[in-house]
């Protein structure tokens, strides 16, 4: 599934420079450090971190998109780095299960 | 990083790749405020580096575009209501006096405050990789304190190197018991 077809399933398009990208399995945390290590390439990664740090672990991890669940507040800073960074960020307005839940139903 | 120390380790290793000779750690602990400090006498950072190194797509590497260590010990404090400063003299800018301080504030009663977590690892690993240059680690609390003076060791040891095992495992200890006795 690629990442802009979940615009069509309620998820919220915050900086979307590379819509095109393929979807491959979901991480979830929120420790950065944690996260650098073990999220996966291509992984949608759901967060509710919202400081500028989550687009260069997005951008080491090489993560399809980062998903700000929660309805969590998108800064500025954050969305025009991840821009210029070639990150894509989405939002969801529900928890973090949920948003999991609703993703895994999508690609499965 | 789920702990402090770990934090500390990367940042320290900058100092150590800066050419340091000497890596001061210290960590105090006043009421619920934790300060830590990095000092070391490298060759220092322009202001222009000093501005970009809380950037996360700085790194001095380049085999990748970013470099989280400093950007995660700002985002580590800020979330407790802390803060970091980094102050920076160059080799060009005073060739007796240059290097590196980077102070960081943690309000450890803040509920996203991180573990300080095992700092006499982090010691351990820092004396045992770089057994040329020296270390001097304090943390202060409650009027007491632990310290580990790698230049201390260095003078009785004579020609023995750091990182030999049993100097390795006497540090160990030595950090351990005072940490027994510290309020």
Redesign the interface.
């Known amino acids: 599934m690629k990442v802009k077809e979940l615009l069509a399933h309620g998820f919220e398009a915050l900086a979307l420079p590379d819509g095109e990208r393929e979807i491959d399995g979901v991480y979830i945390g929120d420790l950065l450090s944690w996260v650098m290590g073990r999220a996966q390439m291509d992984n949608a990664w759901i967060t509710i971190m919202t400081n500028v740090n989550v687009v260069a672990v997005a951008s080491l991890a090489d993560t399809s998109c980062v998903i700000l669940a929660e309805g969590v507040a998108m800064t500025d800073e954050l969305k025009d780095t991840a821009q210029a960074k070639d990150v894509n960020i989405l939002g969801s307005s529900e928890p973090i299960y949920e948003t999991a839940v609703r993703l895994a139903g999508l690609l499965a | 990083?789920?702990e402090l120390s770990?934090n500390i380790l990367d940042v320290a290793e900058n100092s150590v790749k800066a050419g340091a000779s000497l890596t001061q750690i210290l960590l105090t602990e006043e009421n619920d405020v934790l300060t830590l400090e990095i000092v070391d006498d490298g060759c220092g950072m322009s202001d222009d580096v000093v501005r970009s190194v809380t950037d996360?797509?700085y790194t001095t590497r380049t085999t990748?575009?970013?470099g989280?260590g400093i950007?995660?010990l700002k985002?580590a404090c800020e979330q407790t209501d802390g803060e970091l400063t980094i102050e920076s003299v160059t080799e060009e800018e005073d060739p007796q006096g240059h290097g590196t301080h980077v102070t960081a504030t943690f309000n450890m009663n803040h509920i996203d405050f991180t573990p300080l977590g095992d700092v006499s690892s982090t010691m351990l690993t820092l004396v045992q990789g770089h057994p040329d240059t020296d270390f001097l680690f304090v943390h202060k609390r409650n009027g007491s304190e632990v310290k580990l003076d790698t230049r201390e060791l260095r003078e009785v040891l004579e020609d023995v190197p750091l990182n030999s095992y049993d100097v390795m495992e006497w540090i160990g200890a030595y950090l351990r018991e005072q940490y027994e006795e510290l309020p």
């Open positions: 990083m789920k770990l996360p797509f990748r575009k970013v989280m950007p995660l985002l």
